[in-house]
């Protein structure tokens, strides 16, 4: 949502703030700041707009110097985006600064208090109170003052304090929002997530809610809220810097694309031995324990939501056992009959998005196992969760999710071969063709990669293009979902995905002559049926592109426009149907001069309701 770094050490920090907000921006992108103390006072720059209008205005790091700061990249929340709601945020007598990710739920109210009391507010946002009341509680310790403020925060918050009479020092706390300090030699940092620190440490310690780090520049202690010493274990994290790099791409996005058949071989293959998919090392799912599962639910948000969607039908076919599959903002707030005899698959990329965490949490309570399938280790979800299944997908900056989209896809087939072949619901022949096909999918999937040319030139042909409907039956349909949010999340051309066979029940009134219709028809049981829904919509006027596998030739016959993918088990197909979509909603965007990697209103983890 929002990305927030700090630094206390011995070099200039506003350098080191800005290059760590640079590997943040992803979080968010319409206003930024820093906060120095240079040896006397707090300096804070902050402005409305994108970093490089901070770095413009700090002459590159020129103008404040000091060696403890903290900075900030917004999403804008409480308060439109402006120079005011810019963070850092002080307290009236500019003795505190703070940065904040999160929502203070009931900052109105101690809005209204500490205004009774006579202090003014420069910003609408709910992160200056925490500023304020910083201020109003100050009793000269740091921690104390700062234990005493979160004490009447209702909400979740990541959070830097920096405070002018205790120069020496950072204090950060979280609830509910991923705050990590990064340990190095007499320096020390804090930040949202690794990215922004991995170029100077490898080493750091994850914050877990209620807990309180206070960071000196060769110390760092953490306390819970009784001002207990905590002892933390320091993590040495294995990432690779250049994998957070943009590399010669012109789009993060297309960099991710292009990465994707490697994100699904480190996914899939420490799991493949031997000709058999071990997953013991991840989970223990006992052939009792599976057994017993009456009923999977699967959550997730947005493309993770679409992934489950894949896994509903997969889950469903090899297991034969009911699952439901829900976005985790309605899930949350529904009445799922969810018991200690549910499996609870919790699908997100950043691991730290609220629902789908709300939603693991209302299974945990209402007895169910939670599984998460996660991509960044030691997220809240992964926390929380029973058990975890990582996808090896490596960084994703982009906003739009692919590669991690496709890992994803990886643990859903990994799991349901296994438990379908533990359970005995397959035979022995069909495991063994599903494994031989898991082997070659990252080498299909480069192949599919190597249309790329191709796609970009009919893109060429359709960039200016008013609407697209998507459509597909059974798992083409959930691929229908995901092409269909990728295209209009880059590109905001208005884009639909139908059920192939609902078309005709009231959207096709929408089809009219030009309108361009992606049919996706890859599922060889319901060929036919893709026939008649293309034939349906050509009728109307429609233009078809589609989406089908080398052996489907007669399909490809009747659309206007085609690519091929190469053939595999048709429960994997979705990873290879994907992927032109994903290019095609690429080059849209980019022909269309979108801004890709930071689509407007959007941010890549959305750890706010
Ligand atoms: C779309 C996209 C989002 C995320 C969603 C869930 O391209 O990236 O729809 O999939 O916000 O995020 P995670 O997976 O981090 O829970």
């Given at each position: 949502m929002c990305g927030i770094v700090g630094y206390i050490g011995d070099e200039e920090a506003v350098e080191l703030l800005l290059n760590g907000l640079e590997k943040l921006e992803y979080r968010g992108y319409d206003s930024a700041g820093v906060a120095i103390y240079d040896g006397k006072e707090l300096k804070v720059s902050k402005t409305k707009g994108r970093l490089k209008a901070l770095r413009h205005m700090l002459g590159n790091g020129e103008k404040m110097n000091g060696t403890v700061g903290i900075g900030h990249t917004r999403w804008a929340t409480h308060g439109k985006?402006?120079?005011?709601?810019?963070?850092?945020?002080t307290s009236a007598s500019r003795?505190?600064?703070?940065?904040?990710?999160?929502?203070?739920?009931?900052?109105?109210?101690?809005?209204?208090?500490?205004t009774n009391l006579g202090k003014e507010f420069s910003s609408e946002t709910d992160t200056e109170v925490i500023a304020q009341l910083l201020e109003h509680y100050d009793n000269g310790n740091t921690l104390e003052t700062v234990i005493r403020v979160l004490k009447d925060l209702e909400g979740s918050y990541a959070i830097g304090i920096i405070n002018k009479d205790n120069p020496h020092e950072i204090v950060a706390a979280r609830k509910d929002n991923p705050l990590i300090?990064?340990?190095?030699?007499?320096?020390?940092?804090?930040?949202?997530?690794?990215?922004?620190?991995?170029?100077?440490?490898?080493?750091?310690?994850?914050?877990?809610?209620?807990?309180?780090?206070?960071?000196?520049?060769?110390?760092?202690?953490?306390?819970?809220?009784?001002?207990?010493i905590i002892k933390k274990n320091i993590q040495r994290v294995n990432w690779d810097i250049s994998a957070?790099?943009?590399?010669?791409?012109?789009?993060?996005?297309?960099?991710?694309?292009?990465?994707?058949?490697?994100?699904?071989?480190?996914?899939?293959?420490?799991?493949?031995?031997?000709?058999?998919?071990?997953?013991?090392?991840?989970?223990?799912?006992?052939?009792?324990?599976?057994?017993?599962?009456?009923?999977?639910?699967?959550?997730?948000?947005?493309?993770?939501?679409?992934?489950?969607?894949?896994?509903?039908?997969?889950?469903?076919?090899?297991?034969?056992?009911?699952?439901?599959?829900?976005?985790?903002?309605?899930?949350?707030?529904?009445?799922?009959?969810?018991?200690?005899?549910?499996?609870?698959?919790?699908?997100?990329?950043?691991?730290?998005?609220?629902?789908?965490?709300?939603?693991?949490?209302?299974?945990?309570?209402?007895?169910?196992?939670?599984?998460s399938i996660v991509n960044v280790v030691g997220s809240s979800i992964a926390v929380e969760s029973d058990d975890v299944f990582y996808t090896w997908a490596g960084p994703e900056i982009a906003v739009a999710t692919t590669k991690a989209y496709s890992a994803q896809l990886v643990a859903i087939y990994l799991l349901s071969i296994y438990a379908a072949n533990k359970l005995e619901k397959i035979s022995r022949i069909a495991y063994t063709r599903y494994v031989d096909e898991l082997f070659f999918l990252p080498k299909k999937m480069q192949k599919v990669l190597n249309l790329t040319d191709k796609i970009r030139k009919f893109s060429e042909k359709k960039y200016l293009l008013e609407s697209v409907f998507f459509m597909g039956r059974n798992l083409d349909y959930a691929v229908s979902m995901e092409g269909s949010l990728k295209f209009k999340e880059i590109s905001y051309v208005h884009a639909e995905a139908y059920a192939a066979g609902e078309l005709k029940h009231g959207t096709i009134s929408l089809i009219e002559n030009g309108t361009l219709v992606v049919a996706v028809a890859t599922q060889r049981s319901v060929t036919d049926k893709m026939a008649n829904n293309i034939e349906e919509v050509k009728a109307r006027g429609a233009q078809i592109l589609g989406i089908s596998t080398d052996s489907c030739l007669d399909l490809r016959k009747i659309c206007d426009f085609s690519f091929s993918v190469p053939d595999t088990h048709d429960i994997l197909q979705p990873s290879l149907s994907i992927i032109p979509l994903q290019l095609f909603s690429y080059f849209v965007a980019m022909l269309r001069g979108c801004d890709i990697d930071k689509p407007r209103n959007l941010a890549k983890s959305v750890t706010i309701e």
């Open positions: 985006p402006s120079d005011e709601n810019s963070h850092p945020h003795k505190f600064a703070v940065v904040h990710n999160g929502i203070i739920g009931n900052y109105l109210s101690i809005k209204e208090l500490l300090v990064g340990v190095g030699k007499d320096e020390n940092f804090i930040a949202s997530d690794v990215n922004a620190i991995v170029s100077r440490t490898k080493d750091i310690m994850r914050l877990e809610d209620g807990e309180i780090a206070v960071i000196k520049s060769n110390k760092v202690v953490v306390y819970d809220m009784d001002k207990n957070a790099g943009k590399n010669n791409y012109s789009h993060f996005m297309l960099k991710e694309i292009m990465e994707q058949p490697k994100a699904v071989h480190d996914t899939l293959f420490p799991r493949l031995k031997k000709g058999e998919i071990v997953l013991e090392d991840d989970i223990n799912l006992s052939k009792e324990y599976l057994e017993k599962i009456n009923k999977i639910f699967i959550v997730g948000c947005g493309s993770a939501y679409h992934a489950g969607c894949v896994g509903k039908y997969i889950f469903e076919k090899l297991l034969k056992k009911p699952v439901e599959v829900d976005i985790a903002s309605e899930f949350r707030y529904r009445n799922p009959i969810v018991d200690e005899n549910s499996l609870v698959i919790a699908i997100s990329q950043s691991g730290e998005t609220a629902d789908t965490l709300a939603a693991i949490r209302r299974s945990k309570q209402l007895g169910a196992r939670v599984l």
